[in-house]
């Protein structure tokens, strides 16, 4: 695992709780993401409407009686795998996450994932969202920096919209095109299901100061 | 009303449904959102999970029974009210939508919103991720664009982020900077709670070429 650009915490986990998690609390997100597409494409009456309504609510009473205050943050399991459930696109817990699945190739400092971007990530009729797409390709540039070693924060995004991305099928590469010793500059590219290149991006992604002279007191990095 | 960039279908909805379709199914939504972010934070254990899940699978399928096919798209109201309900930033009927509730100033060609963005739209531990704030601020300028009587698809979008943006209380402002024809520029800023901009954006927006050409037939442009 390449060095995350921020001190997380670790938490005592067992690879079978690990493992449980992913089942049992992914399991729960999942349910919820077919939910989410239901409650907007429903045409059920009104009455059906409050039915269902009522077991939603129900369900969050049950789910509210114990949670972890504010947001999830990220964490590192004992066995050193980033526990970044809540992320907005990649977050295994998150229902409001596609979630994305990236692979990092770290030979060649690139970052891929394949997805279906359904009802929920419109914009213009029948088009991914602009901005859907600006989060996926922020996401895959961030993970494309950290597999070629260089992980940091988003400093700039430039994103060109070239063809309209309609909703479905689609895939994001990412690739670190340079390092100048502080920016890692990193490519991306947003495709459509019949594999034309719709939007193009290109980050700029910086570690905050404080995490680069934690690294220098500690060189030279542990890269693995 | 400013020209839409496509030419959406007008349903015909007296604004009895309009306000219904606002309580009933927005209500649901809003629902749904809670949802989300109890589902995100959760620590009850397997059992209470799998009873909540079942509450949701219940509800899941009572609102299948009747779905819009494929996605929501956008319409007109026949009183002239544009129907996004399914955008993934301000859509009332989409559960993964904040949703931002914008004001469009078309004296000033702005455009602003005040909201809240919680655990589901984390990126770094603690802040809004990178691409939810690109996601808001590629909204918030397609709005600018149009308060501004130039609406359009995003054609680049360019992102520099200042200060990190804790998760919390958030406000973005758009501005239509100039037109020079065909492309519209503007210009926006995300603040954090204590006032701070955080992120800013400058946007292209453009017209899709056939659109021009249905305006131009009918010219002058018929802004509102």
């Not at 001190?7 to 709780?17: F, K, Q, S, W």
């Not at 922020?138 to 309209?164: F, N, S, V």
Request: net charge negative; aromatic share 6%.
């Amino acid at each position: 695992m390449s060095r995350p650009p921020f001190e997380y915490p670790t938490v005592d986990m067992t690879a079978e709780e690990v493992e449980q998690e992913r089942v049992v609390y992914g399991g729960l997100a999942e349910s919820v993401r077919r939910l989410n597409e239901a409650s907007l494409r429903t045409t059920v009456d009104e009455t059906a409407v409050k039915e269902a309504q009522a077991l939603v609510e129900q369900a969050t009473a049950a789910l509210s009686e114990a949670m972890i205050p504010g947001n999830f943050g990220v964490s590192l399991t004992t066995s050193g795998k980033v526990r970044g459930h809540g992320n907005a696109v990649v977050g295994l817990r998150n229902p409001i996450a596609v979630p994305l699945v990236i692979t990092q190739d770290r030979e060649e400092g690139r970052a891929t994932a394949e997805f279906e971007l359904n009802a929920l990530y419109e914009g213009p009729p029948g088009m991914v969202h602009g901005g859907v797409s600006a989060l996926v390709l922020d996401q895959i540039c961030g993970e494309a920096a950290a597999a070629g070693g260089h992980p940091g924060m988003t400093g700039t995004l430039t994103l060109r919209y070239r063809k309209p991305t309609p909703l479905g099928r689609c895939s994001a590469v990412g690739w670190l095109d340079h390092f100048d010793g502080v920016k890692a500059t990193v490519k991306a590219e947003l495709r459509r299901a019949d594999g034309e290149v719709t939007v193009t991006a290109e980050g700029l992604f910086i570690l905050p100061r404080w995490a680069r002279e934690e690294l220098e007191k500690e060189r030279p990095p542990q890269y693995e």
